[in-house]
């Protein structure tokens, strides 16, 4: 198992290498969001050194909020244009797995021509991924991609893509976390993992390790038995990050007890 956490956007990205190193973690999970940790805002050379300075590795992350299935052409296009530039980015710096984030926020059109604008971008993003040397992971996000079922028709037609697990994102919008369904479905598309809590319901609290109500013995439980010990982000967001390190500790003490 490879522990990691994400940098935050508006602080400078070779401070937050420095401090995730400085801490124990093996990699950073690398979100390029404005306004700090843009591709046009950074030296991918110098942010190379740094990483190979401290010795971690890194997961690429994208902003969760493009909107490259937009119908309006050129929110669409500027949305890939970004991306590609990310891309660009991450490859210079020797990342090797990218995430990309649904976008839903479409008021008028229906969940399938969400679906199938999804299928035909996301083919765009893989060809643009591959040509670059990088495997593109979808994160499972409510509403419309977070089960089995609504996840399935994409892996299916994209042989390519890698699936990203959320944690926290299995867990909203549903009576029970999705986690144990996810990985049997996927599992062998597993590449990345997020770890983060919440109280259920629709919001994405980004709690940290046992603030919330998931059970994390069987989601360690759950990662083991389908044989994963790859990269997991803690995702726990809050500006005190005394919570972040704490999650460390008590992840690696559940991960460790799941064993038996």
Known sequence: MLLGAMNHPLVDLEEEIEWIADHGFDFIDLTLEPE????????????????????????GHTAYYLPF?????????????????????????????????PYTRIPLYGRDWIEQRHLELLARLLTMARERGLTLMFENTSPYFNTPTDLKPLFRALPELGFHLDVGHANLGTPANLTGRLLAEFGDRLLHVHLNDNLGGEEDLHLPIGAGRINWPWVAKMLRRYGYDGTMTLEVFSPDRDYLLLSREKWRKIWEEARY
């Open 36 to 59: 700090r940790a843009t591709p046009d805002s950074l030296d991918a050379t110098a942010v190379k050194r740094r990483l190979r300075e401290t010795g971690l590795t890194a997961v």
């Open 69 to 101: 299935t937009s119908p309006i052409p050129e929110l669409r296009e500027a949305a890939l244009n970004y991306l590609r530039r990310c891309f660009d980015f991450f490859a210079a710096v020797g990342v090797k797995a990218v995430n990309v984030h």
